[in-house]
């Protein structure tokens, strides 16, 4: 079984920086795609970022150049840095993974349990 662990949330001030983790474990093949979301209490999740297994990467506009997704394929596992953080960021952050258990299979996907960033003084 396949499960992801997030981790990396807390408090931060508007301007500071965080980086969140995505540790894949588990028994698969290969990591096609990781992604992270967020969302705010009543309102619907929120795609902010994905990696592709080939390595582009395409982020939401409301934080293009303040974050940035990265992947260690030796730790199967994903971060978010985040720079420059707004009150507005403040959310509970989800990764994504695709993943797939043997070659030239279908990609499945899983999801992260959550973990809450907020910005505020």
């Known amino acids: 079984q396949v499960q992801l662990a997030e981790s990396g949330g807390g408090l931060v001030q508007p301007g500071g920086s965080l980086r969140l983790s995505c540790a894949v474990s588990?028994?698969?093949?290969?990591?096609?795609?990781m992604a992270w979301y967020r969302q705010v209490p009543g309102n619907q999740r929120e795609w902010v970022a994905s990696?592709?297994?080939?390595?582009?990467?395409n982020y939401a506009e409301s934080v293009k150049g303040r974050f940035t997704i990265t992947q260690d394929n030796t730790k199967n596992t994903a971060y978010l840095e985040m720079i420059s953080l707004e009150p507005e960021d403040t959310a509970v952050y989800y990764c994504?993974?695709?993943?797939?258990?043997?070659?030239?299979?279908?990609?499945?996907?899983?999801w992260g349990q959550g973990t809450q960033v907020t910005v505020s003084t």
């Open positions: 994504n993974g695709l993943y797939r258990v043997r070659p030239g299979g279908a990609t499945r996907s899983i």
């Open positions: 588990g028994t698969f093949f290969s990591i096609a795609g």
């Open positions: 990696r592709v297994s080939g390595g582009a990467t």
